[in-house]
Nanobody, 125 residues
């Protein structure tokens, strides 16, 4: 399984970006998806996660109400719509796929089997 993340870039505070993550390869199984981010000098954190059906989702407190995770199962793609961006949202964003946690969202990196290459989001003040 390969994950290709895209959509990062430079945006002013208050702006919006939409990240996409397309899965390819052996994606016939059900799987959960998550978006993580890592800022310089900080640990990787889960900002959002979604179940296979889309019926369950998780948001970190710092992004709740501003970010929305969604997925298109037919396209094997997950999205992260980021609105009202703040300078503290600046980080490399990674998408990840969990085979074991398809209907129970998880925020633990070790429960994800595959990772995208990361896409840089920079929010200027």
């Amino acid at each position: 399984v390969q994950l290709q993340a895209s959509g990062g870039g430079l945006v002013q505070a208050g702006g919006s970006l939409r990240l996409s993550c397309a899965a390819s390869g052996r994606t016939s199984s059900r799987y959960g998806m998550g978006w993580f981010r890592q800022a310089p000098g900080k640990e990787r954190e889960c900002v959002a996660a979604i179940s296979w059906s889309g019926g369950r989702s998780y948001y970190a407190g710092s992004v709740k109400g501003r970010f929305t995770i969604s997925r298109d199962v037919a396209k094997n793609t997950v999205y992260l719509q980021m609105n009202s961006l703040k300078p503290e949202d600046t980080a490399v964003y990674y998408c990840a796929l969990s085979l074991a946690y398809s209907e129970v969202v998880t925020t633990l990196p070790e429960r994800y089997n595959y990772w995208g290459q990361g896409t840089l989001v920079t929010v200027s003040s």
